[in-house]
């Protein structure tokens, strides 16, 4: 199983980006979908969840409004579309899929600063 998270970067406060999160070595449609993030001596903290089939996502309290978690069966890929950033969502971004077992990616970095 391969999980491979893609699209981090240097950004300005109030700017945008999307992550990626591809798969491969699973059955991508059949398992759960979340992303986490961890800052420097922070705990990890989930983002946002997405079910399998993409009916149903739950939000941090801390991005609601502002992140939109998606997914793409078809191409075996999990989405965070983030808006108005702010220097506090600077973190480590992981990808988790999730069904009887878990697979986590290495992680993409994100930083929000002028």
């Known amino acids: 199983v391969r999980v491979v998270e893609s699209g981090g970067a240097l950004v300005q406060p109030g700017g945008s980006l999307r992550l990626s999160c591809g798969a491969s070595?699973?059955?991508?449609?059949?398992?759960?979908g979340s992303w986490y993030r961890q800052a420097p001596g922070k705990e990890r903290e989930l983002v946002a969840s997405?079910?399998?089939?993409?009916?149903?996502?739950t939000y941090g309290d801390s991005v609601k409004g502002r992140f939109t978690i998606s997914r793409d069966n078809g191409k075996n890929t999990l989405y965070l579309q983030m808006n108005s950033l702010k220097p506090e969502d600077t973190a480590l971004y992981l990808c988790?899929?999730?069904?009887?077992?878990?697979?986590w990616g290495q992680g993409t970095q994100v930083t929000v600063s002028s």
């Open positions: 988790n899929l999730a069904r009887t077992g878990s697979y």
């Open positions: 997405i079910s399998s089939t993409g009916g149903s996502t």
């Open positions: 070595g699973l059955t991508f449609s059949i398992y759960a």
